[in-house]
């Protein structure tokens, strides 16, 4: 099937720092990438959907200038957290899709950050 | 959003038994579900998925059923393995955007 990767799959950082978070399809083109955040013993929730070469589209009570989404190719989305804060500690999960629509989303294995 | 952080239920089951786990989904203009495992520290993995022309679909030892006049999702799992521990979701498909719901953790007694 196919496969998402993101890079890296554990990150610790300082607090006030950014830390970018990658997505890459690697057997498909996406034009659609979606960002996830998960709480310990917590369901997915989603932050934004990506979409390559326009703006990325946030859910409601996501800070856009927080959470800054770059899809610059079909393969390759991009979440910063800017200026973290211990409270942004979390797993990022980000999915693609083959097509636009409804259809079978493929999960990459997820970020841990952990802002001290 | 329309799924909601909260703190999972647990489902034991022994060996051999077969599992069901409830989803009730939010939206009744959902067209499109599916049902993902997620293993400690990793991410999602796709089991099966359902479209909402369909009430019922099975896989290999799983069988998805779909109640869109209560917007109620099962899957079951039949002879359970230590294997299948793990946490368990739904997710509906609204517009061109998946919501999970809150999950299920499932433990396999040996």
């Known amino acids: 099937g196919a496969v998402v990767s993101q890079h890296p799959s554990w990150v610790i950082c300082k607090s006030g720092t950014s830390v970018k978070i990658e997505c890459r399809s690697l057997?498909?083109?996406?034009?659609?990438m979606f960002w996830y955040r998960q709480f310990p013993k917590q369901s997915l929730m989603l932050m934004a959907t990506s979409n390559e070469g326009s703006k990325a589209t946030y859910e409601q009570g996501v800070e856009k200038d927080k959470f800054l989404i770059n899809h610059a190719s079909l393969t390759l989305s991009t979440l910063t957290v800017t200026s973290a804060h211990p409270e942004d500690s979390s797993f990022y999960i980000c999915s693609a899709g083959e097509g636009q629509g409804s259809g079978e989303q493929y999960f990459g294995p997820g970020t841990r950050l952990t802002v001290t | 959003g329309e799924s909601v952080g909260l703190h999972l239920p647990t489902l034991s089951v022994q060996e051999g038994d077969n599992s069901i786990i409830n989803c009730a989904y939010s939206?009744?203009?959902?067209?499109?579900f599916i049902w993902y495992k997620q293993e400690s520290g990793k991410g999602p993995q796709f089991i099966i998925d359902i479209r909402s022309n369909m009430d019922k679909r099975q896989g290999q030892r799983v069988t998805v059923l779909l109640n869109k006049t209560v917007k109620h999702l099962s899957l079951q799992i039949a002879a359970t393995q230590p294997g299948d521990s793990a946490v368990y979701f739904c997710?509906?498909?609204?517009?061109?955007?998946?919501?999970f719901g809150t999950g299920t953790s499932l433990t396999v007694i040996p």
């Open positions: 997710a509906e498909n609204t517009g061109n955007q998946f919501y």
């Open positions: 939206n009744s203009a959902s067209d499109y």
């Open positions: 057997d498909f083109q996406a034009t659609t």
